[in-house]
């Protein structure tokens, strides 16, 4: 099911960031321009909250974070997958048992060029968290037992489900979610 149609916003809004950039249409894509610290996009309709995967593709135009801050309901919580972050290149899952993406198990350290397009997927289900980049699996997260939620500040204005980048722009585009029943 796609959920940006490439020419409107349709089924989305501005994220409720102070200090944000502008949100533009260009090509197909979400711009998301850079802001002081976030901009962002927040989702209106109605979205699972369990066993789905998210796939799109997202790129750093300008800047030096994250340009993929990907909020998502997990059940009764939420986190974040963030690709890009402390200084352009920690990918992780914020948060799992209080620990953000630079302190969990799922963090990783990757290099990523700027105005380059990167597929990013995300897939839930009970029990699992389980990320790519492009064709490499990079998270593999067993989340049974731990404690999935958010890092505190900001961050927040994106559930229950929104895209944003830090200091950055970035761009969005072919952003499709499918129901899953099980992991990969």
């Known amino acids: 099911e796609a959920?940006?149609?490439g020419k409107t916003l349709k089924g989305w809004k501005e994220g409720p960031f102070a200090g944000h950039g502008e949100i533009e249409i260009e090509s197909g894509a979400v711009i998301l321009n850079m802001g002081n610290?976030?901009?962002g996009i927040n989702y209106t309709n109605e979205?699972?909250?369990m066993n789905y995967e998210i796939a799109f593709d997202a790129?750093?135009?300008s800047g030096s974070d994250f340009?993929?801050?990907?909020?998502v309901p997990v059940d009764e919580s939420?986190?974040?997958l963030i690709v890009g972050g402390w200084g352009g290149s920690l990918v992780g899952i914020s948060s799992l048992n209080g620990m953000d993406a630079s302190e969990n198990e799922t963090s990783k350290f990757m290099a990523f060029d700027q105005k380059r397009w990167y597929r990013i997927r995300l897939r839930m289900t009970e029990g699992r968290i389980e990320g790519w980049i492009d064709e490499q699996k990079i998270i593999d997260a067993n989340?049974?037992?731990k404690k999935i939620s958010l890092r505190p500040g900001e961050i927040e204005l994106s559930k229950p489900f929104g895209l944003a980048c830090w200091q950055t722009t970035a761009a969005i585009r072919e952003l499709k979610m499918r129901r899953v029943d099980k992991p990969a």
């Not at 340009?67 to 909020?71: A, E, I, K, Q, S």
């Open 37 to 39: 610290p976030f901009t």
């Open 143 to 145: 989340t049974s037992e």
């Open 78 to 80: 939420f986190c974040s």
């Open 3 to 5: 959920l940006l149609d």
């Open 47 to 49: 979205f699972p909250t």
């Open 67 to 71: 340009f993929c801050g990907l909020t």
């Open 59 to 61: 790129m750093r135009i």
